[in-house]
């Protein structure tokens, strides 16, 4: 069983807590290859753009509600560290709560939404028929969806990272046999992926709850309700948790923004280049996997210090799990360095993709290298709740990106651009960096909460 985030905390501890944590993470593209994969051997080019369409617009809408795992994880970690039980319980009936009431009103919409998204995509007739048929069966699927992202963050700020683990390899499983199901043996085509999606969803959705059951009732040594409406309903609390998650829904666009300026700055020089920046970009999201696992465990060792009020115990999270991080974040950029051209010759067969891949890949490395600090301090914002912070520093930071990416590119193409994106994720750190110092001067001081 993984440790609490209030056991005594080792390097072992966090490497623990965190490779479950890389798996999961890991798992999460399964879902767009398992559903391309049966889509390329069962349906059609059509169905294919369809379901890239598709897929695009579920990406968007949620990791714009992102704030839903979070949020919850902070709320949660924070609970846990001050031993108050009762409020673990009541942050996730509040997010449950807000998870379903996001994915109703996203039910309720999908027809304007869904009309607005086609006619800003340069789709075929055809092409545009599929996505809608996609959209308007996965989207039944999006109340659960959203409840997962609660539940991923109530383990995640226990510490419960095998658990969470459990249930993204089970969504993965029962995905890929329903996709072949409906979508293969059904005929479905890409109406029938977003139908077996929606199902793996719904029933995924069940098993993660009953095991946040299981993990709760083990927990809860109080004598009060297992989940107390008061609590749920506390105005205050209602109020930090509206402002912490709009915060991140704002931190959160700026980092999709910048993302799609990188992408859309490529594009600018060909499809050469575009191509071979979207190549490096997979082994920038793979290298993610790995960091992201340390700055979870950041979350949630940082946010039960800080419900406990307990500078030694805050440093010490901040210092260990930063360490295994920058370690891991090393051995990546020396991994791309050493190792990239045979990924990215695994990636693409195209010459000249290729050769424009190899030119930029040593910009991957350093992007790597240094976007660590970003992603732990993201992790320590998250556990303490200082999502003011993060979301002022996401925006100085997309502004920074912005005024160094045009005279850069303009004078080194898009070895500029490449420049520029690491200027963007040292700006990230740095932005945080001075809030950091506050945040845990106030923690001596007594100071807790967002």
Known sequence: MTKSPTAPLTRLA?????????????AVPMLGLVDTAVIGHYGSATDLGGLALGALLFNFVYWSFGFLRMGTTGFVAQASG?????????ALGRAVLMAVVLGVILITVQWPVAALYLALMDGSEAVEAATAGYFQTRIWGAPAALTLFACSGLLIGLGR???????????????AGLDIWFAGYLGMGVRGIGVGTAIAEWSTCGVALAIVWRVLRERQGDSGPFLSWQRIADGKRIRQSLAANTDILIRTVCLLLAFAWFANAGARFGDVTLAANHILLQLVSFSAFFLDGFAFVAEARVGAAWGARSRERFRRAVRLTGELAVGTALVLSLAILLLGQSAVSALTSLPLVREAAFAYLPWTAVYVLVSVAAFQLDGVFIGATRTKEMRNAGVTSLAAFLLVAWPLTKAWGNHGLWVAFIVYVIARAAALWPYYRRMEAGLVSGASGA
């Open 14 to 26: 966090v490497a623990r807590q965190a490779w479950p944590i890389i798996l999961a993470n890991a």
């Open 82 to 90: 001050a031993g108050d039980e009762p409020e673990v319980r009541a």
């Open 161 to 175: 990272s095998r658990e969470l683990l459990v249930v993204q390899l089970l969504l993965n499983g029962l995905n």
